[in-house]
């Protein structure tokens, strides 16, 4: 890299930060550009009267022991661990998941696996001997489970986090999420209570005592110390970027007080959507073909209803899943559960309840005040989990691009986004809603850190992280402990 260099980065969630940190580690100038007030993105841990709310709960889980190694200096003694307890609630019954084929029977009956069995088996005929085509989520989810696994516990959940038909979505989702998941690791894990030498399902996880939040905090307290000419600003929203040749870049941003200012790059990071970045990039502006596929590549919402409750503990759970259309919310978690730091006061408890939706749908469109009242109402009459005199206070979080969409011609769409950013020398994609990816933060920080490698002149490939075609749930104890990612006096 030349001496010169400075690279601007848009967004400071995971992603960004951690290509920041790589870069600033090594002594590279860094420019990061968020529109909010606080870093972290998605990962962002609200505060509210003391008790720490995550955007849902966050685990930390990465398969890549190279990152793992990343993660611990980062992060120090600020690591607690947690135990993975989730369940589902299906039909007025709490399933364990990932599934257990024990407690399906438990709870459904022997008739309900043996009918399970059967169309697991018509599937695996279908699928493997007469290579029926997986067009869709719900073929890959049948091909995988069969369709009366897939009926109960993916198709009325997928649903609700989507709102669009499993037969409308594309079935990458599922390869991402559960390629590699056989039900043969489900019975192994549950039928014969043995756990296999090579690989079991996740069982616990780490977490950062005081919310998720801390992670990208500490990347970027690490950017801030590298050195003076490195900066984050906030509330900075990037409104245009000026190609003026290859590695020379105006990034223009508007400030929350209306001023609109400028930074001059020779590397631009963006982590924005996917679907905004070619409609503010200007020599050349893009094509009506390119604008069209950009506003088609959208995101589900969310509404995070945080409640403070006047009552030891609520549940057992680090996650319980909500499938009935007619409660609000599709998950909850308890952050208690999950580190004692993040309620003031151990005699309470507090709640994080997850509404799925679509701006400007029937959710999105009521107010804070319903959304949790009713978020309460089900709480007390349809899971008997409170009683609402319980309820000390409620507070509502709003973010519009929570989930990339992957409805069937996503893909086409991002072809020809790429296609048209491709000419612009010296600008790189990373991150969940810059790739248009369903990544986690581990995802998202790994990308961010081979990004920075790249830059750095390595020959890495960023974009191959999130395409493992093994289920990300199972953890293989063959896997290989290095640490690639060591930078000498990068961590505090
Ligand atoms: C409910 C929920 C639960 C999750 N649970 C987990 C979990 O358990 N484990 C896990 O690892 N991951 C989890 N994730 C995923 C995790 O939150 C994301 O993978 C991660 O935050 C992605 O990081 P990112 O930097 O790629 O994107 P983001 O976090 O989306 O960051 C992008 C940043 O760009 C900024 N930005 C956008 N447009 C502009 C603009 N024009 N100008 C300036 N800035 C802009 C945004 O403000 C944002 O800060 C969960 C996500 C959700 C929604």
New binding site residues.
């Given amino acids: 890299m030349k001496d010169d260099e400075h690279v601007v980065i848009?967004?400071?969630?995971?992603?960004?930060?951690a290509t920041g940190h790589e870069l600033s580690a090594s002594g590279v100038q860094v420019s990061v550009?968020?529109?909010?007030d606080f870093?972290?993105?998605?990962?962002n841990t609200n505060v509210h009267k003391g008790y720490k709310f995550d955007?849902?709960?966050?685990?930390?889980?990465t398969k890549n022991e190279d990152l793992n190694t990343w993660f611990r200096r980062l992060m120090g003694d600020e690591i607690v661990w947690v135990e993975r307890i989730s369940r589902i609630y299906y039909d007025g019954g709490y399933y364990s998941y990932p599934i257990s084929i024990l407690n399906v029977i438990k709870n459904a009956g022997v008739f309900t696996i043996m009918h399970a069995g059967v169309t697991y088996l018509l599937s695996a005929v279908q699928y493997s001997i007469f290579n029926k085509s997986i067009d869709n989520m719900k073929d890959a989810y049948v091909a995988q489970f069969g369709g009366k696994l897939y009926d109960m516990f993916f198709r009325r959940y997928s649903e609700k986090v989507w709102g669009l038909p499993c037969e409308k979505l594309s079935s990458d989702w599922v390869s991402q999420r559960s390629a590699g998941l056989s039900i043969w690791t489900v019975i192994q894990e549950s039928l014969l209570q043995t756990k296999s030498d090579n690989e079991s399902l996740i069982e616990e996880f780490m977490y950062p005592r005081d919310g998720y939040v801390r992670i990208p905090q500490r990347m970027a307290e690490d950017i801030l110390d590298q050195g003076e000419a490195n900066e984050i600003l906030l509330e900075?929203?990037?409104?245009r970027i000026n190609y003026r040749g290859p590695n020379d870049f105006e990034v223009v941003?508007k400030k929350d007080n209306g001023e609109e200012q400028s930074v001059n790059a020779s590397k631009v990071v963006s982590?924005?959507?996917l679907g905004?970045l070619p409609r503010?990039m200007q020599n050349p502006s893009c094509s009506q073909e390119v604008i069209d596929a950009a506003k088609g590549l959208t995101f589900r919402a969310?509404i995070?209803v945080n409640v403070i409750l006047r009552k030891e503990r609520v549940s057992i759970d680090t996650w319980l899943y909500v499938q009935d259309e007619d409660i609000l919310f599709g998950?909850l978690h308890e952050p208690k559960n999950w580190s004692p730091a993040m309620v003031p006061d151990q005699s309470t408890t507090s709640l994080v309840l997850?509404c799925f939706c679509t701006k400007d749908d029937h959710i999105w469109e009521m107010t804070d005040e319903q959304v949790g009242q009713r978020c309460v109402e089900d709480l007390e009459d349809k899971l008997g989990f409170i009683k609402a005199s319980e309820v000390i206070d409620f507070s509502c979080v709003r973010?519009l691009?929570?989930?990339p969409v992957y409805d069937l011609d996503y893909a086409d769409k991002i072809a020809v986004i790429h296609e048209f950013l491709g000419q612009f020398e010296g600008l790189h994609l990373?991150?969940?809603?810059?790739t248009h990816r369903y990544?986690?933060?581990?995802?998202?920080i790994e990308m961010?850190l081979l990004l920075g490698r790249k830059i750095l002149g390595q020959d890495v490939d960023y974009m191959d992280v999130n395409t493992e075609p093994e289920y990300h749930e199972i953890k293989s104890a063959k896997e290989p402990a290095r640490d690639f990612y060591q930078v000498e006096g990068e961590c505090k």
């Fill in positions: 848009l967004g400071a969630g995971p992603a960004g930060l550009l968020d529109r909010n870093v972290g993105g998605l990962c955007l849902g709960g966050h685990r930390w889980f900075s929203t990037v409104t941003y982590t924005i959507p905004v503010i969310l995070t998950r997850e973010s691009q929570a989930y990373v991150g969940r809603g810059g990544n986690n933060a581990d995802h998202s961010g």
